[in-house]
């Protein structure tokens, strides 16, 4: 009777998938995601059916799409309904812009605070409004 040898194994086994470096498994899910349309199709759901119907409207569609779920919709309206959002959001941006008017960035009044700091001699307190600035707070 022959006897049996076994094989040697390895102690330890690489695992299958490779440890996510840098997020990139992240960055790479939100990017199929976004091919498949599925942040659009999230947004599309919380959207009230009048909403739907602007948007539509927008994108040059027939209205009566509203009540369809997205993902039934075909990959041309859909890249229309994602165009016709990104247009409404920035008429809708340079709308509200004109509305505010001309204002002073926020972070003038922090230096003026700094520059008066400085002015009555107190550096911890000028240093403190030169941080606020430079972390973007205004």
Not at 29 to 38: G, M, P, T
Not at 52 to 77: F, H, N, Q, T, W
Not at 96 to 117: I, K, V
Not at 120 to 128: Q, V, Y
Request: proline share 6%.
């Amino acid at each position: 009777m022959a006897s049996i040898h076994h094989l040697p194994t390895p102690s330890h086994a690489s695992p299958a998938v490779e440890p996510d470096r840098g997020e990139w498994g992240a960055l790479r899910a939100e990017l199929h995601a976004r091919a498949e349309d599925r942040d659009l199709a999230a947004l599309w759901a919380d959207l009230a059916i009048d909403e739907r119907r602007v948007i539509l409207g927008s994108a040059r569609l027939d209205r009566a799409a509203a009540v369809r779920p997205l993902d039934e919709m075909a990959k041309p309206d859909r890249d229309a309904i994602r165009a016709a959002i990104v247009r409404m959001s920035g008429y809708a941006r340079r709308l509200r812009e004109r509305l505010e008017g001309e204002r002073p960035h926020p972070s003038r009044d922090l230096a003026a605070h700094a520059r008066q700091a400085l002015a009555e001699g107190n550096t911890e307190a000028a240093l403190h409004w030169l941080s606020l600035i430079e972390r973007g707070v205004a």
